[in-house]
């Protein structure tokens, strides 16, 4: 849906336009991290001495620990689809120019 706004953005408004709100090198340097969210959750769960991407330790209880590690992979999913698809996007526009 991220990556949808800015795609049907470029289509009504333009793909300069949509540059302009969602630069190039901002989309590109989106994707890894993302990646570093998503790992750097799993090895902050080693680092506590449980398994890589379990997070019964990342909160003050095991409950809020869940919800804090479920969030903060899912943040690390969505920056990193998003952005690739706004780069294949973004990709497949300039291809003819």
């Known amino acids: 849906i991220a990556a949808g706004m800015v795609i049907l953005y470029a289509l009504v408004f333009g793909i300069h336009e949509a540059k302009r709100i969602a630069p190039q090198g901002l989309v590109e340097r989106m994707i890894p991290l993302g990646v570093l969210i998503y790992a750097g ?30 969030f903060a992979v899912e943040l690390g999913v969505v920056v990193t689809v998003s952005s690739t698809m706004i780069a294949i996007f973004y990709a497949f526009v300039e291809r003819g120019r």
């Open 41 to 70: 959750t799993g090895v902050a769960g080693l680092l506590t001495g449980i398994n890589f991407l379990d997070y019964s330790r990342l909160g003050p209880d095991s409950v809020h620990g869940q919800e804090y590690g479920i």
